[in-house]
């Protein structure tokens, strides 16, 4: 039985930690305590939680990132956020220490008649409305905790053509989980309807595993269960194939020199015009990239455990290893 079943068939009862073992599903505790707890120094955590110290350490590190048009961190500072767009009329809004896409504000546009800013969904903004929504930001409205917050202006990034049909009114993201360097395992997030145009599996996005070896395709799911075609726009998910791999995969394999942080989640977006960019750093990356890919974490963090000399290994050549080791698919 593969394990998207065997998982599946879990639901109606509780799961033995010991039936997840043997086949490699890593759990909650086990991920908190064994390699989160042991391979993340908890005063690196502020690097990742805060996308701005992220943006500042990928620039410092010459890892490219969506260009960062200003930030906004007090309330007197609102009032400027038109020069910090200036002529700019496409750019993407976003709390600091947000998560699940919350406090996203995606503008296309501006209207030449009315002078609003056009979201993606069509729908026209104020230039008050604008201010209102980073006041939220800043009030911790869409952050962890509620805590204060900044709230980030950046250039929008615009996805590859390739991907056209695969995502819902919003853009596609490739998830890379990274241990000790090493690309273990890989999943894109597509947006749907459901998830209102975010790449959050939780509020609806489909999770589509991907081959490290080839950056194909391996299996799809919504809401934890396997589906064939985009349920918004009837792509075939299966024909999904990463461009630019190599690249991915080195782009998040690089994360691990430039935050020190031994097991992290590097979501990576493919711009049609500037090639794959880091969007974001998780230090805290979920589990369900498991059943995307209908294999379990343990194996290959174990592999990676027991490998001798890893630390003198170079991006290239830990990328080289994941590529052999753990794909699915023979190349074409």
């Not at 400027?80 to 546009?109: M, Q, R, W, Y």
């Not at 929504?133 to 911790?140: C, F, K, S, V």
């Not at 952050?143 to 819902?168: M, P, R, T």
């Amino acid at each position: 039985m593969n394990l998207l079943n065997k998982i599946c068939n879990l639901k109606n009862r509780y799961a033995s930690p010991f039936e997840m073992a043997e086949d490699g599903i890593m759990g909650m505790n086990q991920r908190n305590v064994n390699f989160i707890g042991r391979y993340n120094k908890r005063n690196l955590f502020p690097l990742v939680d805060n996308k701005l110290l992220t943006k500042q350490i990928a620039m410092k590190n010459h890892v490219k990132t969506p260009v960062l048009l200003g930030s906004i961190q007090n309330q007197h500072e609102v009032s400027d956020v038109l020069n910090i767009i200036g002529d700019h009329t496409e750019f993407c809004i976003k709390p600091a220490h947000g998560s699940g896409g919350k406090g996203i504000l995606v503008v296309k546009d501006k209207s030449k008649t009315t002078g609003n800013f056009i979201k993606t969904s069509g729908q026209e903004i104020t230039e008050h409305e604008l201010k209102r929504h980073i006041t939220n930001i800043l009030a911790g409205l869409f952050s962890l905790g509620g805590k204060q917050d900044i709230a980030l202006i950046e250039d929008l990034i615009h996805f590859d053509n390739v991907f056209s049909g695969y995502s819902y009114d919003g853009v596609p993201d490739t998830r890379v989980i990274v241990f000790q360097g090493f690309p273990i395992m890989c999943m894109m997030r597509l947006s749907t309807s459901a998830s209102d145009g975010k790449a959050n599996l939780h509020q609806g996005a489909v999770g589509v595993g991907i081959c490290v070896r080839t950056g194909r395709a391996v299996r799809a799911v919504q809401f934890g269960e396997p589906i064939s075609i985009h349920p918004d726009t009837d792509k075939v998910l299966s024909e999904l194939r990463v461009p630019h791999w190599h690249e991915v995969l080195e782009l998040a394999a690089s994360c691990y020199d430039m935050s020190g942080l031994g097991y992290i989640g590097t979501d990576i977006v493919l711009d049609r015009d500037k090639g794959p960019m880091l969007l974001e750093l998780n230090a805290r990356p979920g589990l369900a990239i498991q059943i995307c890919n209908n294999a379990g974490l343990l194996p290959r963090l174990r592999l990676i455990e027991a490998l001798t000399k890893k630390h003198r290994l170079t991006v290239k050549e830990r990328v080289a290893f994941s590529m052999e080791h753990f794909g699915v698919f023979d190349e074409d």
